[in-house]
């Protein structure tokens, strides 16, 4: 547990670091005011692209913005959804930017889409697996979860460009349209960004994890 805790620190340190620099710059571009709320700046980018009918939705939550590929609904938090702020355009942008993905088949969001079940299985039967293997000290099956955590991997090493490319669309869009000017775009660059270390902090989590029980199997560790 020891060198499995060594092994993910970075990591650790990573994240929390992301996720404090994601409160502070969010709250400081909360304060400033921006032309349109969040859902007016999703829908001004929406049509725009050509995507009047990928609906905006009003959803409870804190940050719980996301778009939803299946059924082509674009749903902001409340606080996204009805603040005019820099930081509640930048976010819903940035959602809009993946509904663009999705509606240009951008090739990593399809990717990424695909192997949504198979990291979210993995992510379960993986550990479940490794675990047992490693108390019966059954290599096969130790190899077997291995590679259902790989899934996992895999899922944070696709998730990290289509991230980076909704948060590229989003302030190209956000510039194009008039909603915010260079300035202000500043302020919502901050935003995206600290929210885009989260993804790196939790893709590197996962690497070390997987090399971590790649330790295990290959006999490298005894804790």
Known sequence: MLMYLLFIAPAVLLGMWAQMRVRSTYAQAQRLAAPLS???AARHILDSAGLGSVDIEQVPGRLSDHYDPRHKVL???????QSRSL???GIAA???????????????????????????????????LIFVGA???FGPLLLLGIGLFGCVVFFQLVNLPVEFNASSRAKAQLVRLGVVNQQELAYVDKV?????WTYVAATLQAIMTLLYYIMIFTGGSRD
């Open 38 to 40: 969040g859902a007016a």
């Open 75 to 81: 749903r902001l938090s409340s606080e996204v959804y």
């Open 87 to 89: 930081a509640a355009v």
């Open 94 to 128: 940035h959602e809009a930017g993946h509904a663009i993905q999705d509606a240009t088949a951008y090739a990593p969001l399809v990717v990424r889409n695909a192997a949504v079940p198979a990291a979210g299985f993995g992510s379960g039967a993986g550990f479940l």
């Open 135 to 137: 108390i019966l000290h």
């Open 192 to 196: 995206l960004d600290a929210a885009a």
